[in-house]
């Protein structure tokens, strides 16, 4: 079978493996999505700490079931499912506190297993020892049920910070997991949700798509000063820093309202970590600032609901549909931020 490995960075090769078997405890899938995002970006051009080469990668994965190790009830062959990347322990005293995203021994698909730049692959015990597969709704295809994994992360996020009815939202970032953070903001009550991204390109192909009350385009404007020209200078309930970059963090504390929320969703360049804080404006204006790391397999069912109760409609965010054969391309895609969401089909 086909498969895409990490070997290093800039050593991404499309090679021939054993199809695999699945062991006692697995499932084996036939992968007919895993989509890319950022991250791949990442790894592709500085590898993981968490990888030991040679992998195969890819982490937001769909597929269908067509071999169940011994030991696996509940599944059958040709089953629809949609498989976790983030995959608690269940056991350290965060899982047993049920704050599975900051588990102390998480694991990962396409770091510590071989993920989904495969034509088939083994969903390990760990997974299944989570709940970590999830049926596929019968509304929706493999290409939007890959969302879900991304989908789960927002969703975590804002139930952190609180997104609900009647909050004025700002989202920083136009890529696939701002718009993702539009949507959902809309879905959880919000009564306008700006768009803020540096990128003219970008930030209206994005617009055109997912509808934001307004498009703030940094490079051609002071995105603070609009933000509080918008909010008649009370600034926004929540700003989501959906964006690696340490300015947006800082505009955000400048832009959001007294008793807002700020979530720093996507995180920073490991060699550009340390930010500027304004912390009178966060003692005196009694900001709440949180993380927002990852997802439970909990909120990947979640995710699974919004999408097939139309609550969060994901279809018209995949722009690009590759082959496996075109993963350099897929990845070079996401990083040059010309697509929105670009899911592989092997």
Known sequence: ???ARFYA????????????????????IAVVN????????????????????PRVIGHEIAGRVVQTGEGVTGWSEGDRVQVIAAIPCGTCAECSDGRFPV??????????????????????????AV?????????????????AEPLACVLNGQEIAGVGEGDTVVVMGAGPIGCLHVRLARARGAKAVYLV????????????????DAAICGEETDVVEEVLRLTDGRGADVVITAAASGRAQEDAVRMTA???????????????????????????RELRIFGANGSSPEHNRRALELISSGAVPVADLITERMALSDVHKAIETVASGTAIKVTIQP
């Open 34 to 53: 895993c989509s890319t995002c950022g991250t791949d970006v990442k790894i592709s051009r500085h590898g993981h700490h968490h990888i030991r080469p």
């Open 1 to 3: 079978m086909l498969v």
């Open 9 to 28: 960075p800039g050593d991404i090769r499309l090679e021939q493996a054993p199809e695999p078997t699945a062991g006692p405890g697995q499932i084996k």
């Open 103 to 128: 588990c102390s021994r998480q694991e990962s698909m396409g770091y510590h297993y071989d993920g989904g730049f495969a034509e088939y692959m083994i969903i390990p015990e760990a997974v299944l």
């Open 258 to 284: 007294r008793s807002g929320r700020i979530s720093f969703f996507g995180g920073l360049p490991k060699d550009a970590p340390i930010i500027q804080l304004d912390s009178n404006a966060v003692h005196y």
């Open 131 to 147: 709940d970590g597969v999830n049926r596929i709704p019968e509304n929706i295809d493999y290409a939007e049920a890959s969302v």
């Open 197 to 212: 991204d540096l990128n003219r390109g970008r930030l209206d192909m994005s617009a055109n798509i997912v509808g934001p």
